[in-house]
Antibody
Framework: EVQLVESGGGLVKPGGSLRLSCTASGFSFSLYSMNWVRQAPGKGLEWVSA????????YYADSVKGRFTISRDNANNSVYLQMDSLRAEDTAVYYC?????????WGQGSLVTVSS | EIVMTQSPATLSVSLGERATLSCRASQSVNTNLAWYQHKPGQAPRLLIY???TTVTGIPARFSASGSGTDFTLTISSLQSEDLAIYYC??????????FGQGSKLEI
C-alpha cells in the first residue's frame, strides 16, 4: 500500500523558517517524481514545487521561488521542503504528492501557520 | 501559465440526481486533465486522469469527458458521500501545474 506521511508543520513567525518532510512507503520511491501542493484556509489547491527522480530538475511556483527549496533522499524514501522567509500568505495545509502527471497519491497534509 | 476555470462555483443537488461540473482551460491541454474530489480534513482523491479514464476503485457513477479546452465531470446519481469540492487540474504544460478554483457540491 502506498503511503505518504508529512511532518514538520507548525506555528512560525513571519520571516521564519520551517522544514517539511514526507516519508514514502509502498513503492519504489526513487522511480517517481514528487511534489508539494498546498491549500490555504478557504482557498483551493495550489501546486508549490516538484522534483524529478534524481533531483536534477526542480521546479517552483512563482509565489515561492527564491524562498522554498525542495530536495529528496532516495536512500531514505523522503522528500523535503525547506521554507524560508515565510509570509502570512504561506499559511496552508501542505500535501506531499507523487507522480509527474495526475497526482495519484497524496499524504494527509501538514499544517503550517505563519503568524506573529 | 494555463488558467483553469470551473463552473459552477457551487452546485445544489438532491440525492439521486445527476450532477454535471465543467472545467475550461485558457488554452488547449489536450487530454492531460485530472479531476479530484476533496472532503474537509482529508487528502484530495484522484478520480479521473487523461480527461476520461476513471481510477481503479472509483464508483462507476463518476464519468468524465472532454479534450482541448472544455471538460466535464458527471456524477450520474448523487450519493451523500459525494458531497465535496471537486477540482480539475491540467498537466499538459507545466510548470506550473494549475488547478481550477473548485466546484462545491451541496444539498
Amino acid at each position: 500500500e502506498v503511503q505518504l506521511v508529512e511532518s514538520g508543520g507548525g506555528l512560525v513567525k513571519p520571516g521564519g523558517s520551517l522544514r517539511l518532510s514526507c516519508t514514502a512507503s509502498g513503492f519504489s520511491f526513487s522511480l517517481y517524481s514528487m511534489n508539494w501542493v498546498r491549500q490555504a484556509p478557504g482557498k483551493g489547491l495550489e501546486w508549490v514545487s516538484a522534483i524529478r527522480t534524481d533531483s536534477k530538475y526542480v521546479y517552483y511556483a512563482d509565489s515561492v521561488k527564491g524562498r522554498f527549496t525542495i530536495s529528496r533522499d532516495n536512500a531514505n524514501n523522503s522528500v523535503y521542503l525547506q521554507m524560508d522567509s515565510l509570509r502570512a500568505e504561506d499559511t496552508a495545509v501542505y500535501y506531499c504528492t507523487r507522480d509527474r502527471t495526475a497526482f495519484r497519491y497524496w499524504g494527509q497534509g501538514s499544517l503550517v501557520t505563519v503568524s506573529s | 501559465e494555463i488558467v483553469m476555470t470551473q463552473s459552477p462555483a457551487t452546485l445544489s443537488v438532491s440525492l439521486g440526481e445527476r450532477a454535471t461540473l465543467s472545467c475550461r482551460a485558457s488554452q488547449s491541454v489536450n487530454t492531460n486533465l485530472a479531476w479530484y474530489q476533496h472532503k474537509p480534513g482529508q487528502a484530495p482523491r484522484l478520480l479521473i486522469y487523461g480527461a476520461s479514464t476513471t481510477v481503479t476503485g472509483i464508483p462507476a457513477r463518476f464519468s468524465a469527458s472532454g479534450s482541448g479546452t472544455d471538460f466535464t465531470l458527471t456524477i450520474s446519481s448523487l450519493q451523500s458521500e459525494d458531497l465535496a469540492i471537486y477540482y480539475c487540474q491540467q498537466y499538459n504544460n507545466w510548470p506550473p501545474y494549475t488547478f481550477g478554483q473548485g466546484s462545491k457540491l451541496e444539498i
